[in-house]
């Protein structure tokens, strides 16, 4: 995902335990790291790892997200 900033996650910077020495990694474009995922899989992993919590999907839209629509609940 890369090393967070004030651009992808406003308020990072103030936070405790950030230092501005960290390392600046650029982020990877999942499909290259996950590449037989199909495009709902990496939309949700993407989803699931966002950096900003406020943006970070939650628990249960994730157990409703389209990546899931094939499975079949047993009663």
Known sequence: MGTPNE???????SLPDFKSAF???????LSTVVPDLEPSGLHLLSSMLCLDPSKRITARSALEHEYFKDIKLVP
């Not at 651009?7 to 910077?13: L, R």
């Open 23 to 29: 390392p600046k990694w650029p982020p990877k474009d």
């Open 7 to 13: 651009d992808i996650w406003p308020g990072v910077t």
